[in-house]
């Protein structure tokens, strides 16, 4: 008998583990297990490292889901043993050896380039390094446009800072050569220009899925279609 593989969430940039709260309720409610660790946000090669540690010590099959920068670090934690699938919410999918940066580049910019706040964080034996969240102003229009106001003022006062120097790292693989991949475009979304999740979903020839009118905050506004695409995942890894 196969057996069901545990899902592992990884949140992005600007969320935390929360932000998959309804899509966790949605898999736990079809017997799907599931676990969302915190992600450290503090850079591509060191996040991935501590997502494909966490994946290696499930029992059993992983299908590892990412949302936004999350979608980059499966894309290099994927290539643990016990991975057998990746799903890509509203996400990036690099190739091996691109980074964020050249991904974005090759389109036109997301409004949220240009609504980031900087901030610095103390690191030890060297400068301080740069970190950089949403304008609190600007966060409900660009990360949760569909998603209630008074719930986009509680998501933009939590909100998880990025390490900026994860925007210039390369990966260091690309998973979805060699497991199955499935991706959830967010059709209004203006945090990652859609065109930028379509083109690396494609490339990776995942199975895609795209919501028209989501925001980048998809797994808050539309939990059942984002876990039904993981249950998707799951059922053809099983």
């Known amino acids: 008998m196969s057996r ?3 899902v592992l969430l990884v949140h992005g940039a600007f969320a935390d583990a929360g932000s998959w709260s309804g899509v966790i309720a949605e898999l736990q409610n079809h017997g799907i297990p599931v676990i969302a660790p915190p992600n450290p946000l503090r850079g591509l090669a060191s996040d991935a490292a501590y997502v494909a540690a966490v994946a290696a010590q499930i029992d059993g099959p992983v ?9 980059a670090l499966i894309t290099v934690a994927g290539t643990a043993e016990n991975v057998v699938g990746l799903v890509y919410v509203a996400a990036y999918v690099l190739e091996e050896g691109e980074s964020l940066g050249e991904l974005q580049g090759r389109f036109p910019l997301s409004p949220l380039v240009s609504n980031l706040k900087e901030w610095t964080y103390p690191v030890e034996g ?3 390094a740069v970190e950089v969240s949403i304008k609190a102003e600007a966060y409900p229009e660009i990360f949760a446009a ?14 998880r800072p990025l390490a900026a120097a994860a ?6 693989a690309a998973a ?17 220009n859609p065109e930028v999740e379509r083109f690396g979903a494609k490339r990776a020839g995942a199975t895609i ?10 797994a808050v506004s539309r ?3 984002v876990a039904d695409l993981i249950r998707e995942a799951v059922q053809a890894t099983s």
Not at 146 to 159: I, Y
């Open 209 to 218: 899925v795209e919501l028209e009118g989501a925001s980048h905050a998809v």
């Open 146 to 159: 569909d998603v209630p106001a008074a719930v986009t003022k509680v998501l933009a006062a939590a909100q």
């Open 223 to 225: 939990p059942k279609e």
């Open 167 to 172: 925007f210039e790292e390369s990966a260091a």
């Open 176 to 192: 979805w050569k060699t497991k199955p991949s499935w991706a959830l475009v967010a059709g209004s979304d203006q945090a990652i």
């Open 63 to 71: 299908v590892l889901v990412g949302h936004s920068y999350g979608g």
């Open 4 to 6: 069901t593989p545990t």
């Open 126 to 128: 060297a400068k301080s």
